[in-house]
Structure formats: C-alpha cells, structure tokens
C-alpha cells in the first residue's frame, strides 16, 4: 500500500512540475518576441487594404492568428467603411489585407490590433478609379465586294466653230483671171465670124462678076 501510494505521490508530484514548466515556458516565450505588434499599412492591392504585421522586439512574423480591425473614412469624414477584418495574404508570412475592397478615392485608413498583442497604425490610402475596358467583339470576316468598275466616260471632242468666212486674198485674182479669158475667147470667135463673114462676101461678088 506504501508503495503504490509513494508511485501515486511521484506522478502527481512529476504532473504538477510539468505544469509548472510550461507556465514558466509562456511568459519567457512572449518576453521573446515582446508584448506589442508592430502594425505598417503598406497601401493597397485592387482595392485590398494590404498591410504588414511583426514583432515589434524582433520583427519576426506573427504566426498566431491575429485578430485586428480596419476602418476607413474619407478625408472630410463624409464616408466611412468598415470595420473589416485582416485575412493572412499568401504572397508573404508577415503580409496581411482585407477581403473587402475600398471604393476609388482618397481614404484615411486605421489598422487596431488586439491579439496576440496590441498594435495600431494609420495611413492615407488611395485607390484610383480604374476605366473597364470595353468588350471585344468578334465579328465574322465578311466577303469584301469587288470595287464597283467605271465605265469609261465618254469624252467629247468640241466642234471647231465655223470661222466667218473672209474672202481669200488669193480668189479675186483668180477670178479676174477667168473672167478676162472669157472675154479673150468671146472676142476670138467675134473675129472669126467677122472674118469668115467678109470671105462670104467677097466669094459671092467674086461669082456675080463672072457671070
């Protein structure tokens, strides 16, 4: 009976030292990495908060879960988003962002961290406005029609206008010329028949004194 008791002391006893470790364990775990996150808001990413959360005693990644809170109003104060909550970004181990996205302006924006540790941040973020991109559509080649062929004008030649018609210099000579041998002829045969006419005459008296 002594001796399981003694056991049963010893194992209670090794417990109770364990625990005690482990309790040990945790303050000397944080004093590590410090008790305050170091909390930059890097700018944003399509719209996503995007920021940056270490240690701020060693600038180590937090790997716990971190429960932290983002809000954001407009530099008037007239608009207001949040509050949204950081999700781990996969592009780095110490990059964190919101899933929701800003709207396109110029937005005052807060970062509030309250687990593993406290933290805070601010920082102006802007978010400019992004033009979507018309669609394309894809019309089906059409058959290009074959250029319509002209047919060749026809051109008219302008008829030469009748020029008044101006007496040749040459033509009055000419018909001087014609009109003097007209006459030349006319009187030749004027002569002839006078001539053949007085032969006439004399033949005649030539007979009547012979008989």
Request: glycine letters at 10%; charged letters at 15%.
């Amino acid at each position: 009976m002594r001796t399981h008791r003694a056991l049963r002391a010893g194992t209670g006893l090794g417990l109770l030292l364990m625990l005690f470790a482990q309790v040990l364990a945790l303050p000397t775990s944080a004093q590590a990495h410090g008790d305050t996150i170091k909390v930059v808001v890097t700018g944003q990413r399509d719209g996503h908060v995007t920021t940056e959360i270490t240690w701020e005693n060693d600038g180590d990644a937090v790997d716990e879960s971190v429960a932290a809170t983002v809000n954001a109003t407009s530099p008037d104060g007239s608009r207001s988003m949040g509050p949204w909550v950081l999700v781990r970004d996969p592009g780095s181990r110490k990059a964190w962002r919101t899933a929701e996205t800003l709207a396109p302006g110029t937005w005052k924006v807060t970062v509030d961290v309250g687990f593993p540790a406290l933290g805070k941040a601010a920082a102006e973020v802007s978010v400019p406005v992004v033009d979507p991109s018309p669609p394309t559509t894809h019309n089906p080649p059409t058959a290009s029609a074959p250029a319509p062929t002209t047919a060749p004008t026809a051109t008219t030649t302008p008829t030469p206008t009748a020029a008044p018609a101006t007496p040749s210099p040459s033509a009055s000579p000419k018909a001087d010329g014609a009109s003097s041998a007209v006459g030349w002829s006319l009187a030749g045969l004027a002569g002839f028949a006078l001539v053949g006419a007085a032969a006439g005459v004399l033949v005649r008296r030539t007979r009547a004194r012979r008989r």
